[in-house]
Each structure stands twice: as structure tokens, then as C-alpha cells.
């Protein structure tokens, strides 16, 4: 269940949102000043900031980034906006009540990325005005670019600091672009830290919460959810989703991965291992198990299938696989090919048990959606199969993938993962990512 405390600053943040939003009277006195970009002084901008969101990269990138963005919303008393150039309105509905999160496609800034593109070189792009030393505190911009994709510095990444916020907190516009899941780095600033801990008294809880907040699929797409779901698990007495995503090249189905997949299923305990017919003893009516798999790929749900129809499984469990689409090729702003997806991670968040590739933020959004615990599949080396396969996690929790390499203080080490006992690196990227966890 979420705390009293975030369901009531939910609340408080859909007022402000009502107040602010598009089609409202401050919302356009705020694209007016925007368009005369002109600095000012450190003079009043009224309670209406705001944080424009750039969609980047797949689906599974945008849903943990717009979760992020969210929250960095949420304690900052900023409004999200959303760019809906892509397809997030043919996806999601609108979250807030009496109001819309949609950017208007008329916003003066829109027009920038279409003729260069927001990247490190923009003259207003926060990371490098800090690398040139270019900030000035009596002399607030208009807006700021933040900057937190996978060719990011320490100076673009470090913007949720304490020093850097008193800065950034002055300015009315911010539009970030980010393919990162930066929620455990906001942990690291202490005014943050204090409102965090009332807001997620569990911490491993923060995306499952925002998430199921924030994101309500489309009737088509629940439609979709809801008509596979009834006709093939429904029925079943357990449930066991399988996430599949085989990054580099070539891509496409391997042997070693579908060992993997096996060997991690079987250890674990999640599927049963095969038996010779004679030796299969059945003494009570067995028991139903429905596989879902999720991949581009539909050789290994073939797979798995005649595996399990040569040979019975050891435990007389009657083993079902299924997969509800199988694309081959990621077609990111497809309309149809995302409405799947989106309805793929719904129907993984709605299993028992579920089992993941390592960095894929597709898993990692159907494992938390649901709040589920995951095992995730470590990444192949060299086209053979990881020993051990898998391990399961102590969260439920994306990854943070690129992390800024220290914290926010000059003496707190060059280790982020190594400055909170909750804020550790994540068990598919040892000595990378970051991730909340809540034993320690």
C-alpha cells in the first residue's frame, strides 16, 4: 500500500497540476516569458516551474524515465510535461484529473529539436554551462537543458545535488532528456532524502507505486490485456513469466541463451525438471502451469513447448507456453508494435513468478508493475551460457544504469554505490548501476 503522506502530496500535486497545466492562465504567461528568453534576476516566477519530458529510446526507457522525471516533479513542486510526439496518447490515459500532462505541440521550444537536436552542445544545456563555469547565480535563463542519457558527464548527471538545485530551483523551465532510471541518485541529496523516506517508508516500493499512479493503459491496450489474459491464464493454478531480450549482434534466437533459460527455470525451482515416462508417479490431479514468454523471438517458446510435450515434467505438472507476439525486430513509435508491448509487460506483471534478461528495462518495468521479485538472466559472454544462469534479486526496483561515479560531496569516495546502505549497485551491472534496496 502506498503511505498516507505520498497519497496526499499525489493529491496536492494534481491541484498545482489543475492550476498550472496547459489551456490555463499561467501556463501561458509562462511560454510568453519562455519565448522572450530573456535572464532576469532571481525575481518571482509565481508557483507555476516546470519539467518538460523528451521521449527517447523504447518503450521500456520511457516508462522508467517518465516515473523519474515524475518524482523529481513531485519534490521540487515542478508540473511535467509530456512530449507527445510519439505515441504516450495512444499508450496511456491522462493521469491527472481535470487536466491534461500533454505538452502543446505549439510550445515554443518544440521547434529546436526538429532544426538541431537537445544534446551537450546546447548553449543552455546545464552540465556544460557548469564545465565553462557559465553559471551565475544573478542571472537566472529562462530554461535549462538537463542532459542524462548514456553519453552523459558527472556535471549533467550531478543536477539533483543540493548546490545545484539552489540554482536550478530559480529557473521556470527545465526539459530533460534522459534514458535512465535516475530515481536512486536522488536519494543522495539530503533535503530529497528527508521527503523520500516519508514518501517510501519501503524504498524497493517507489517505481511500483509511481508506476500504477501514473500509467493506465488505453482501452485498446487493456483490451488486448484482458482478452489474452482470460483466454490462456485465467485457468491456471500458477503462473510463470519469462522475459527474453538478447542485446548486441547479431540478435535473435541462441542455444545458449535457451540453455540459459532452462537451467535457470529448473535450478530455481520454477519449472520442473523432465522425467522418463515410467518413472513419472502421479497421485493426485495435477496441477496446471502456464509459461508466458515475452521475446521478439518465437523460437524459444517453440522450444520450451516440445520440451515439455516429449517429455513429462518430473512433478506430473501439465505445462502450458504461450507467446503473445513475436515481432523480430524492435519497431519503437509504431503505434501497434508498442500497444503490444505495453500489453505484454502488463500481462508479465500479472504472474507469480517472473524471470528476466539483466538490463532490459522492459523486465524491469513488468517485474515492478507487479511487484514481484524477479530472477534475472545474467549477460552471455562469448555465446555461452552463464554459470550460475541467474540470481534472483533483493528488489523489486529498475536498475540505474549509468549513475554519476561519486556523490554529491567531494568526500563522500568515487563509489556511489557505496554512500547510502540502501543505495547499492544492482545485480545485473555489479559494478555499474545503482539500485534501492531495502535490506541492509
Request: glycine residues 4%; negative net charge.
Amino acid at each position: 500500500m502506498p503511505s498516507e503522506y505520498l497519497v496526499s502530496e499525489l493529491r496536492s500535486y494534481e491541484m498545482l497540476h489543475k492550476r498550472c497545466g496547459p489551456d490555463t492562465k499561467a501556463y501561458k504567461e509562462a511560454t510568453e516569458k519562455l519565448s522572450r528568453d530573456e535572464y532576469y534576476a532571481s525575481e518571482s516566477n509565481g508557483e507555476c516551474r516546470y519539467i518538460v519530458w523528451l521521449a527517447r529510446d523504447g518503450l521500456g526507457n520511457r516508462l522508467i524515465t517518465l516515473a523519474s522525471v515524475f518524482l523529481y516533479a513531485l519534490l521540487t513542486e515542478r508540473i511535467i510535461l509530456v512530449d507527445n510526439r510519439k505515441d504516450v496518447s495512444d499508450l496511456l490515459c491522462e493521469p491527472f484529473p481535470g487536466t491534461s500532462w500533454l505538452l502543446p505541440l505549439d510550445f515554443p521550444m518544440l521547434n529546436y529539436t526538429y532544426a538541431y537536436g537537445y544534446n551537450k552542445e546546447y548553449p543552455r544545456c546545464y552540465g556544460t554551462m557548469l564545465e565553462n563555469h557559465a553559471i551565475n547565480s544573478t542571472s537566472i535563463p529562462p530554461h535549462l537543458y538537463l542532459h542524462n542519457i548514456h553519453d552523459s558527464r558527472d556535471s549533467d548527471k550531478l543536477f539533483f545535488c543540493q548546490k545545484d538545485q539552489s540554482f536550478i530551483d530559480k529557473v521556470p523551465w527545465l526539459i530533460i532528456q534522459t534514458n535512465a532510471y535516475f530515481v536512486p541518485s536522488l536519494w543522495l541529496n539530503p533535503t530529497f532524502q528527508t521527503k523520500l523516506v516519508k514518501l517510501f517508508p519501503q524504498k524497493e516500493t517507489v517505481f511500483h507505486h509511481l508506476a500504477r499512479y501514473l500509467f493506465h493503459p488505453t482501452n485498446q491496450v487493456w483490451d488486448i490485456v484482458t482478452k489474452y489474459y482470460d483466454a490462456h491464464l485465467s485457468n491456471a493454478d500458477e503462473r510463470l513469466g519469462i522475459q527474453i531480450r538478447v542485446f548486441g549482434k547479431p540478435s535473435g534466437y541462441f542455444k545458449h541463451v535457451m540453455d540459459q533459460v532452462v537451467a535457470c527455470t529448473q535450478r530455481e525451482k520454477l519449472l520442473p525438471e523432465f522425467e522418463e515416462e515410467s518413472k513419472v508417479n502421479i497421485s493426485k490431479p495435477p496441477k496446471l502451469k502456464v509459461v508466458l514468454v515475452a521475446s521478439l523471438y518465437p523460437e524459444y517458446s517453440v522450444n520450451l513447448t516440445n520440451m515439455f510435450l516429449a517429455r513429462p515434467s518430473s512433478t506430473g505438472e501439465i505445462i502450458e507456453v504461450y507467446q503473445p507476439s513475436a515481432e523480430r525486430v524492435q519497431q519503437t513509435d509504431k503505434k501497434s508494435h508498442d500497444q503490444k508491448a505495453l500489453a505484454e509487460m502488463y500481462l508479465l506483471s500479472l504472474t507469480d513468478n517472473i524471470v528476466t534478461s539483466g538490463w532490459s528495462t522492459f523486465g524491469y518495468v513488468s517485474y515492478s508493475l507487479g511487484g514481484l521479485k524477479p530472477w534475472l538472466l545474467y549477460q552471455p559472454v562469448n555465446f555461452t551460457t552463464p554459470n550460475p544462469p541467474c540470481v534472483r534479486s533483493k528488489s523489486m526496483e529498475p536498475c540505474y544504469h549509468t549513475p554519476p561515479s561519486h556523490g554529491c560531496e567531494a568526500d563522500w569516495g568515487t563509489n556511489s554505490g557505496k554512500i547510502l546502505p540502501f543505495v547499492r549497485h544492482c545485480e545485473d551491472m555489479m559494478y555499474g548501476g545503482l539500485k534501492l534496496y531495502d535490506d541492509f
